[in-house]
């Protein structure tokens, strides 16, 4: 069984881009959720898909967008981005939810400059 | 609210010895989980070890136990004959109603041969 993927692996935007990564989950998963990882703040989630709907939402400002697809592969946006934005960009998934076992992607590096 | 606190930065631990980890949380929740995730520099997080919390008897996989006091509201973590490939970042977590993890601030493990 193929493992959780994140596209891109690396990135580098400028102040003001906007970016878009990318989560296909493992086969059969309907949950995806994505986490922030950063020194200073540790890994903050962002936000959880179940079968296309948004079902949780962190305390991120509304630069940061997600949707999935029937296909349960999600994206994440962030719009007008900031220095702060550098992060590594994790994404799980997971059959039902979080509190069952969730499989991590190896996340994308953001640099934004 | 709920919140998890990893008190111990860094710890450090002689192969094939034991070392605990440890990890407090607070929740007002009768029914939620427990994770102790493992991050080796390849940054993709592992799942080490579950705790469902109406569970009374510690879980355990392999070399590696938990401790789960639910009154104290502590979750530590064993890991017995410890190895090279155990040296990572370990972060406990919860999972509660809201199905998001809260991750605690992380402990760096080293391993001396």
């Known amino acids: 069984k193929a493992g959780v993927t994140q596209t891109p692996r690396y990135l580098i935007k400028t102040r003001g881009q906007q970016v878009t990564l990318s989560c296909s989950p493992i086969?059969?998963?309907?949950?995806v959720s994505w986490y922030q990882q950063t020194p200073g703040q540790g890994l903050q989630f962002l936000f959880e898909?179940?079968?296309?709907?948004?079902?949780n939402k962190g305390n991120f400002p509304g630069r940061f967008s997600g949707r999935q697809f029937s296909n349960s592969r999600s994206e994440m946006n962030v719009s007008t981005l900031e220095l702060g934005d550098s992060a590594l960009y994790l994404c799980a998934s997971s059959n039902q939810g979080s509190f069952q076992e969730a499989f991590f992607g190896q996340g994308t590096r953001l640099t934004v400059v | 609210a709920q919140t998890v606190t990893q008190s111990q930065p860094e710890m450090s631990v002689q192969e094939a010895e034991t070392v605990t980890l440890s990890c407090t949380y607070d929740t007002s929740e009768s029914d939620y989980y427990l994770f102790w995730y493992k991050q080796p520099p390849s940054r993709q997080m592992i799942l080490v070890i579950r705790q469902e919390a109406y569970k009374q008897q510690n879980a355990t996989e392999n070399r590696f136990s938990v401790n789960f006091q639910k009154a104290a509201k502590s979750f530590s973590l064993k890991i017995s004959d410890s190895q090279l490939g155990d040296a990572a970042m370990y972060f406990c977590s919860y999972s509660g109603n809201t199905g998001k993890l809260i991750f605690g601030q992380g402990t760096t493990l080293q391993v001396k041969p």
């Open positions: 898909y179940f079968s296309e709907t948004q079902r």
């Open positions: 086969s059969g998963h309907r949950s």
